[in-house]
């Protein structure tokens, strides 16, 4: 049975990823650590501060995992929303698990918690790095409805590996701030196919910002997981500079494109607008074009 990733809940998704009755959360609801700060706004909070973490099996191995509810304020990051995934990467440290798996699903920073959160993603990157570096996989699975936005696209782009649907998106900025800032002459946030395209998994697997594309579907996203368990990227000053390089490339190339439609033509899509129609099995035909094939 196909299980929505984008249409479920946190936990949904966590428990349906995992190996049946293998999942054990760490501050659980009994334990109600939730934020300090929103109350004295009169906001109110939720439970688990709008992420879920703990441990379980995936096809028998041990991973860490946490997902982030963007039903609870878009996803977004405040000071013990951030303080639960740091202290994920750091008992990961410890125990060594096959791989940290992140589903993420977040606006970016909590605008009620600005300056905390902002803190907040620099701690949560850092531990992420210090994870990679000892070893320990991780892997960013993006299907939410919200996208993976502001800080939390930062984080994700510091994996080992990103895993996306074509209902997922991915950027730094989201369009309403894109347009806030440069007009919605620049980029007209309610136009969605333009967003899509932009900032969709499709889009960001044609770039090489995400290693695998998938279908809206849980089990696809567990079996993607399942084939990058223990598979750790390198992570050295080399990398990084090569990383700049091809920013720097894609910069030289692209960098006169007003639209995902016109990158898509210069990587050798003859026909671009097919691309919107195509299945998540279909796309793997339009990576060839990096090798000059044309389709």
């Known amino acids: ?124 990157m850092r531990a992420l790095l210090d994870a990679r570096a000892q070893g320990v996989p991780v892997i960013m699975l993006i299907g939410g409805a919200n996208g993976c936005f502001g800080g939390m696209g930062l984080i994700a782009r510091c994996a080992d590996h990103v895993v996306m649907s074509d209902l997922g998106r991915l950027a730094m900025s989201g369009p309403e701030v894109i347009e806030s800032s440069h007009g919605v002459e ?43 368990l223990g598979q750790s990227m390198p992570l050295s000053l080399l990398v990084l500079e090569a ?3 091809l920013l720097s490339d894609r910069l030289t190339h692209f960098g006169e494109c007003r639209d995902a439609l016109d990158v898509w033509r210069l990587l050798g899509v003859s026909d671009p607008s097919i691309v919107a129609d195509l299945e998540a099995s279909e796309m793997d035909v339009l990576k060839s074009l990096a090798s000059g094939e044309s389709v």
């Open 1 to 124: 049975m196909n299980r929505s990733f984008a249409e479920s809940t946190a936990r949904e998704r966590v428990v349906h990823l995992l190996d049946a009755k293998s999942f054990i959360e760490i501050l659980g609801p009994g334990e109600r650590v939730v934020s300090p700060h929103l109350a004295l706004l009169g906001v109110p909070s939720s439970f688990d501060d709008g992420v879920v973490i703990g441990h379980g099996t995936l096809n028998g191995q041990l991973v860490f995992i946490a997902a982030q509810e963007g039903e609870f304020m878009g996803g977004g990051v405040g000071e013990v929303h951030g303080a639960k995934l740091v202290g994920l990467f750091k008992r990961a440290l410890r125990d060594k698990p096959a791989a940290v798996i992140v589903l993420a699903e977040s606006g970016g920073v909590r605008l009620h918690e600005a300056n905390a959160g902002l803190i907040a993603v620099s701690e949560v």
């Open 186 to 228: 620049e980029y007209d946030s309610r136009d969605r196919a333009l967003v899509w395209r932009t900032t969709g998994g499709k889009h960001r697997y044609l770039i090489g910002d995400c290693d695998q594309l998938v279908e809206d579907d849980v089990d696809a996203f567990r079996h993607a997981a399942i084939g990058l």
């Open 243 to 245: 990383e700049h390089d």
